[in-house]
């Protein structure tokens, strides 16, 4: 049962106990934690109600008071699995103890008979010494075999040897009727007969979180039981002196200490090559050639402790699933290596062994064991988890491809390491969800709400690769990957299917399986084939036709959601209408209505009156039959066009308010639409997006409201005819300036919308035809707007600054004659209109000069189509020649 499952049950218990008001939902929630409003003080008061009922409750509170809030929910799992371990623990305790206690008594009975038969006092077997023993040392089975020396007696070998493989043996063991039936020779040897089969995970694969035992298979340093003797053997024939030294070097080679050999902790954990931190002192009364044989077998020790200390070293909630399950793979390794040297000590005890035949039964176990001592030795070096270690063990497969006993080992370490990653890859790619309370896995998870339209980057940000923990063996499919939980992801929040690639059969163990786990959160979820389990084999790829088979079904999934359901080109075409102005008549009427307001300061306005405006607008022109224009919204925003472009150019956050000074800027200068669109519509037409079309939408409005005003200016003319002809002389150079800026604005708007925004949107729209997921949708999306920046020269503030500027010349001209009209006609008046012209010529020419010399810079044609629209008849040429 995973983890999480474990700790949602035993946390409705809790709360049920505690009698807390909330529900085990309402506290999930809590510890969740999304918008980061709860402190971590706050959730360890929570945290403490629920442990109230129990005395040592306190104890789980402190332990999840380091937890940072971004980490609260892992955390509380975490507590919650270690209450449900030490629960676990005390039950079995107790029952231990009354189990003892029962003998204890049964055996005090007998006692008191016999007692009363005989006349004789006997005293009672107490139970005490055993029940401390067992909570003292959290030791093998073995530890409680230990007997003094000169109590071993023929008769008792068997027995010995017997509980020796009884205490090393798991249900793999039973694969040997006994120790006599594999000839004994070496590890290699059962090796033959064990193809290492890859090892189911075990269900949720929970490990005990506790200390290591005191009593180890791993030489233990602390001496636990004064040594009643030590043996001289320098007394001994030399012929006599074998079989006792055969012993020892048999102990040391499963970790346990002996008189002769005794093994001391190096100077440090490891050398920088990687040499093995145990050492061993041989005894002086070993003989030169016992020595010698003795030194050729210590490094097989030496490689055994490596193994075994990690195999015992860190704990569950620090390695993760991934090295734990490398850890119960190689458990099972060491038991087959146990059983090898159960059987060399029994034809010890049959006086069939000497050191030189250990030494020529043991040379096939030195290469694996050194190459298992290595590989662990590098894990730990580089402190690999989840997807480093798998991509280390398929590193070290291909170097060791010439030796195929060490890569058949290491194939076999490398499939069942990925049992538990495997099972997450395979939660991601069949449901978008991601189960990694250990940072294990590739893909990272940050907390955003998807009602947020806000969130700029949601798409980008909301799921990303941490590219060190990519698996080697699946770099190329990484971002495959990525997407295909992403969309799946989507789906399922918007009430979809979900990819099903079948239902297996329940078995008859309590494990929840991740197939159990798709299934109990779906209740859309249609199964009617057998299920594909995703597992990593090592020498057949066919778990990449699952992903890729996972990512079609995904990709084509959301791509109808999307445009089918929520009518993505629908919405498209609604943005394009009144961003890009081609719903004529709405923007005229709209024009109409707040011309008048924004020639105000933009600090006088009021936005409301803005949005009724609008609101009145599209009732009366022919945007009230587009069925999304509710999501169209009016803003003000605190800077001018230019400014919103250089923020954009340069990364900044242009989407929410600054402290900028508002009170030199006009209405018509900040104002702009906007566009509320709902998830997942949200995930095309994000702000970032909309962000785009504004600046667009501001260059057109703005071109579009300094033609207005220039046309308004032809009216003006009517009233010259009342001026005798001389002074009306010197209006008509005002009003060829008038028409010289009204061509000009007027070939701008006709270059951007008829030369690029027309043509780009065709491409988009035969583009949108042939998509086959959202990524390219999107990437098709962002290709039409970024050429529409572009070309209508957003992108570049030193092309936008001159067009900025001949509007204000513009509009500050317009406003001239508003005035001048009035009054007779004197020679200052032709000295400002002569000024104007002066200035609008050189804004002009400028801005000619540097479309010039981007255009000889860039690919794009349309750059030169503007300076044919403006100086269709060369004059500017010219005048710039003069």
């Not at 799992?77 to 371990?85: E, I, S």
């Not at 074998?242 to 070097?249: A, C, D, T």
């Not at 570049?796 to 204000?808: A, F, G, R, S």
Request: glycine share 4%; net charge neutral; hydrophobic share 40%.
């Amino acid at each position: 049962m995973s983890t999480e499952i474990v700790a949602k049950k035993l946390l409705a218990e809790l709360v049920k106990k505690s009698g807390l008001t909330y529900t085990t939902d309402n506290i999930v929630t809590i510890f969740l934690n999304r918008d980061g409003k709860y402190s971590s003080k706050r959730l360890a008061t929570l945290l403490a109600q629920l442990f109230k009922p129990f005395p040592n409750g306190s104890k789980y509170v402190d332990m999840y008071a380091p937890a940072n809030t971004k980490e609260s929910y892992p955390a509380l799992v975490m507590v919650l699995n270690r209450f449900a371990n030490d629960l676990k623990t005390a039950h079995a305790e107790k029952a231990a103890a009354t189990v003892a206690s029962a003998a204890a008594t049964v055996a005090a009975q007998e006692q008191s008979i016999k007692s009363d038969t005989s006349g004789t006092a006997v005293p009672t077997v107490s139970s005490e010494p055993v029940h401390k023993r067992v909570s003292l040392f959290e030791s093998p089975p073995l530890s409680s075999t230990r007997i003094i020396p000169d109590q071993v007696t023929p008769e008792n070998v068997q027995e010995i040897k017997e509980k020796l493989v009884q205490a090393t043996s798991n249900p793999a063991s039973n694969r040997l009727s006994s120790s006599t039936s594999l000839p004994p020779g070496s590890m290699m040897a059962a090796h033959h007969h064990h193809n290492y089969p890859s090892l189911s995970r075990p269900a949720g694969f929970e490990f005990s979180h506790r200390k290591a035992p005191i009593v180890s298979w791993n030489f233990n340093y602390d001496e636990l039981y004064p040594l009643q003797s030590k043996a001289n053997v320098a007394a001994i024939p030399v012929a006599s002196q074998e079989p006792i030294v055969l012993k020892e070097v048999l102990n040391c080679l499963i970790g346990i200490k002996g008189t002769l050999i005794t093994p001391r902790k190096g100077a440090t954990t490891l050398d920088p090559d990687g040499a093995l931190a145990v050492e061993f002192q041989l005894s002086n009364q070993l003989t030169e050639s016992c020595r010698d044989m003795v030194v050729e077998v210590l490094p097989l020790a030496a490689n055994y402790s490596a193994v075994q200390s990690f195999i015992e070293g860190a704990s569950v909630t620090e390695g993760g699933v991934v090295l734990q399950a490398l850890r119960s793979v190689l458990k099972t390794i060491m038991t087959d290596y146990y059983l090898s040297i159960a059987q060399l000590d029994d034809l010890r005890c049959r006086r069939g062994l000497s050191l030189q035949r250990l030494i020529q039964f043991l040379k096939p176990v030195y290469p694996t064991m050194e190459e298992l001592a290595a590989t662990v030795s590098e894990i730990r070096r580089s402190n690999a988890r989840g997807g480093q270690v798998l991509s280390l063990l398929h590193d070290r497969i291909t170097a060791k491809s010439g030796t195929n006993h060490a890569q058949k080992v290491l194939v076999h370490l490398v499939e069942s390491a990925a049992a538990p990653f495997m099972e997450m890859l395979e939660l991601w790619i069949y449901r978008g969800v991601i189960n990694d309370p250990q940072q294990e896995f590739f893909i990272d998870h940050s907390s955003m709400e998807l009602t947020e339209n806000e969130l700029v980057d949601y798409w980008e940000k909301q799921y990303t690769i941490r590219n060190e923990k990519v698996p080697c063996f699946l770099a190329k499919h990484a971002d495959i990957i990525l997407r295909t939980g992403k969309y799946l992801n989507v789906v399922r929040v918007c009430g979809g299917a979900e990819f099903q690639p079948g239902n297996a059969n329940g078995g008859g163990g309590g494990g929840v399986t991740t197939t159990d786990l798709l299934n109990a959160s779906s209740a859309t979820a249609r199964t009617t084939t057998a299920v594909k389990r995703l597992q990593y084999a090592h020498f057949d790829q066919s778990y990449l036709d699952e992903i890729e088979e996972a990512y079609n079904f995904a990709s084509s999934s959301l791509l109808n959601l999307i445009m089918n359901k929520y009518d993505l080109m629908g919405r498209l075409l609604s943005v394009k209408r009144y961003f890009l102005l081609q719903q004529g008549d709405f923007i005229t009427e709209f024009m109409d209505a707040v011309e008048e307001d924004l020639r105000k300061s933009v600090d006088t306005l009021h936005p409301i009156r803005l949005a009724n405006l609008l609101d009145v607008t599209l009732g009366l022109s022919s945007a009230k039959y587009d069925e999304y224009h509710d999501d169209l919204k009016t803003m003000l925003l605190p800077y001018g066009i230019v400014t919103q472009i250089s923020k954009i150019v340069n990364n900044e956050d242009a989407f929410v308010d600054t402290l900028s000074d508002t009170s030199q800027l006009k209405g018509v200068e900040c104002f702009t639409f906007t566009y509320k669109a709902q998830w997942p519509v949200s995930i095309v037409l994000n702000l970032w997006t909309i962000s785009k079309y504004q600046m667009i939408f501001r260059q057109l409005f703005y071109l579009k409201y300094v033609e207005r005003i220039l046309c308004r200016v032809w009216i003006a003319n009517n009233e010259t005819r009342q001026f005798a002809p001389n002074p009306a002389k010197l209006y008509r150079s005002a009003f060829t300036l008038r028409q010289k800026m009204l061509i000009a604005i007027q070939s701008f708007e006709s270059y951007m919308m008829i030369e690029v925004i027309e043509p780009n949107w065709h491409i988009f729209y035969q583009n949108m035809k042939q998509v086959k997921n959202i990524d390219d949708v999107l990437n098709y999306h962002q290709d039409f707007l970024d050429q529409c920046l572009k070309n209508c020269m957003l992108t570049e503030p030193d092309l936008l600054k001159p067009i900025i500027n001949l509007c204000n010349i513009c509009i500050k001209f317009c406003d001239f004659l508003a005035t001048a009209t009035t009054m007779a006609p004197t020679e200052t008046f032709s000295e400002r209109v002569e000024q104007f012209r002066q200035d609008f010529t050189d804004q002009l020419m400028t801005l000619l000069r540097k479309i010039a010399d981007v255009a000889t810079l860039s690919t794009s044609e349309r750059f030169i189509n503007l300076i044919y629209r403006i100086n269709f008849n060369s004059y500017y040429s010219e005048t710039n020649e003069n």
